[in-house]
């Protein structure tokens, strides 16, 4: 096991970002930046032995910051979107970033994503990543401790633990938001993974990407996940909802008790032999494949992005709960701590 500090890059401003590399026994490896506090990469073998690296990104700051994908990213305050930026929370309400069409607020309008996060390395197989919130960001209230620790097992487990402190009452949805691909992106994309979600209902939206409020059953539905089965196989499926958000972008309900650590997904790519075990305690899942990549950005090594060419699993409280009161609920009071885990093993 051992944590490697080396420096990555430069804000625009000039501060250093820094690349905290995880490796584990397995020669297994995990890399974040501190801006956004970044899953930069995730290096693992494929069948042959050879190592890839399955995550989808950047390979400088500038590319993270030009990207409108986030991908590696934690966000929050409030992952996914809040419709018209509006919530009451302790008798309040709060305007937020409308920073989606004017309308929405989308992942927190991007503050968490694009701050940089101070980082100490606490073991030899974990490092934490610190951010303070403060009051009024983006228009949330509170003043947020927020910390993210990254911990890579050698059941080569990448740990993500999340914790958030208020100092008053607020909303807290914090996720990583990483572009999974099994076969790397050199190799195309991800329509012929196989995916097997432990969800039964999810939550359709209207064309902003808002849920309804509606929990639907998966049951013959293109969104039937239950059994393992090719991404693709019916992303192109007559279903108002697939074609309103041009491929899976939904938040999925995680079966079980939301606090238990369980498995949320399974996903392999048989062409490479890796896979990918989702586990979290949240619950709910945002299955996101890549809609909106349109090969007008270049990722790591120089190539191309296009559609579909990762996918995204984001461990989440449903999209818009502050506005929906039969959702879970993430409000969160004075010295109140969001905490929550999510593991992605390979
Ligand atoms: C959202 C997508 C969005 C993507 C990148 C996902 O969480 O649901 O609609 O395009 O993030 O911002």
Redesign the pocket.
């Known amino acids: 096991m051992s944590v490697t500090k080396t420096l990555f890059d430069t804000m625009p401003d000039g501060r250093e970002v820094y690349l905290y590399t995880i490796e584990n026994n397995n020669g297994i490896s995990a890399g974040i930046i501190t801006r956004g506090a970044t899953l930069q990469s995730f290096c693992c073998p494929d069948r042959e032995g050879v190592t890839g690296d399955i995550i989808m990104g950047f390979d400088t700051v500038a590319g993270h910051m030009a990207s ?3 991908t590696g990213n934690v966000i929050g305050q409030y ?3 809040i419709c018209g930026g509006k919530f009451t929370v302790g008798g309040k309400e709060y305007q937020v970033t409308q920073n989606e069409k004017g309308k929405t607020c ?2 927190g309008g991007g503050e968490f994503n694009s701050a940089l996060w101070k980082a100490i390395i606490i073991d030899d197989d974990a490092v934490e990543f610190s951010y303070f919130s403060a009051d009024g960001n983006e228009g949330f209230p509170g003043n947020i401790d927020v910390t993210v620790t990254y911990i890579l097992t050698d059941r080569n487990e990448l740990e993500i633990r999340y914790k958030a402190v208020p100092d008053r009452e607020t909303v807290i949805n914090m996720t990583n ?1 990483a572009y999974f691909n099994l076969g790397t992106t050199a190799n195309g994309d991800v329509l012929d993974h196989e995916l097997q979600l432990f969800c039964d209902y999810y939550t359709p939206t209207n064309a902003d ?1 808002i849920p309804t409020g509606e929990l639907r059953s998966v049951e013959g539905t293109a969104f039937d996940f239950r059994k393992p089965k090719k991404i693709g196989r019916d992303i192109g499926a007559d279903d108002e909802q697939l074609i309103m ?1 041009r491929g899976y ?1 939904h938040n999925f309900c995680v079966n079980g008790e939301k606090g238990k650590l369980r498995l949320v997904a399974r996903v392999k790519d048989e062409k490479s032999g890796r896979k990918l075990e989702v586990m979290s305690d949240l619950p709910g899942v ?1 299955l ?1 494949t890549g ?2 990549i349109d090969g007008t950005e270049t990722g790591k090594n120089g190539i191309v992005l296009e559609k579909h060419y990762g996918f ?1 699993l ?1 461990t989440q409280y449903y999209p818009d709960t502050p506005n929906q009161p039969d959702f879970p609920q993430c409000t969160f009071k004075k010295g109140e701590a969001f905490e929550s885990v999510t593991i992605f093993k390979v």
């Open positions: 409108g994908t986030y992952a996914n979107r989308l992942h938001h990407s958000c972008d945002q996101y809609n909106f995204c984001e």
